[in-house]
């Protein structure tokens, strides 16, 4: 089973500051990674896929990067509505099997 | 505007038998474009996936709970179902009915349903 480790837990950071997401995976998941975004008492959103595609709707300062192991979601200018918790999660074709990082949680300074 | 909303018992006994059911709207379950799964969330916890089912009937199960989980498809009421045999308290979460895009990934979520297992 792929293990995916998201760092740090969590991030201290004021609005308009640049926000730095890691996830690293056990082996290699080529581009196949996703990036989540879930508020408190709401369902996640999916906000990055294939590692660096934005979702429908996704504002132009999220982004995403990576491949193989190491992957990295980037804010570029925090926005209010940003403060949340973020999941990385893989997909592998075999065995049909998704996991997900432990979660980033990025809260107001 | 795709829609999925979960419905069924809010709490059971250990050893019981969760079901819950997924009734989607603003597109055809029988669509090939889309996957529907589950994910389940324990409070104050990260996110499971429990499981896929294709509009065929394939399923492709989580290994750590594949010899309890069955998700199951109705095309004729638009609903997907799913059934986790033998719970613990453990299993208290918030369970999540999902759709899968073309690209495999979780772009449309239910507002979810806490099922708590309690004696």
Redesign the interface.
């Known amino acids: 089973e792929i293990v995916l480790t998201q760092s740090p837990a969590t991030l201290s950071l004021s609005p308009g500051e640049r926000a730095t997401l890691s996830c690293r995976a056990s082996q290699s998941v080529f581009t196949y990674l996703g990036w989540y975004q879930q508020k408190p008492g709401q369902a996640p959103r999916l906000v990055i896929y294939d590692a660096s595609s934005r979702a429908t709707g996704i504002p132009a300062r999220f982004s995403g990067s990576g491949s193989g192991t190491d992957f990295t979601l980037t804010i570029s200018s925090l926005e209010p509505e940003d403060f949340a918790v973020y999941y990385c999660q893989q997909r592998t074709h075999w065995p049909r099997m998704f996991t997900f990082g432990p979660g980033t949680k990025v809260h107001i300074k | 505007q795709l829609q999925l909303q979960e419905s069924g018992p809010g709490l059971l006994k250990p050893s019981e038998t969760l079901s819950l059911t997924c009734t989607v709207s603003g597109d055809s379950i029988h669509s090939s474009s889309y996957y529907w799964g589950w994910i389940r969330q324990p409070p104050g916890k990260?996110?499971?996936?429990i499981g896929?089912i294709y509009y065929s009937g394939s399923t492709?199960y989580?290994?750590s709970l594949e010899s309890r989980v069955t998700i199951s498809i109705d095309t004729s009421k638009n609903q997907f179902s799913l059934r986790l045999r033998s719970v613990t308290a453990a299993e208290t979460a918030v369970y999540?009915c999902v759709g899968l895009g073309g690209?495999?990934?979780?772009?449309y979520?239910?507002?979810?349903t806490l099922v708590t297992v309690s004696s």
């Open positions: 990260g996110l499971e996936w896929k492709y989580n290994p999540y690209y495999e990934y979780f772009d979520w239910g507002q979810g």
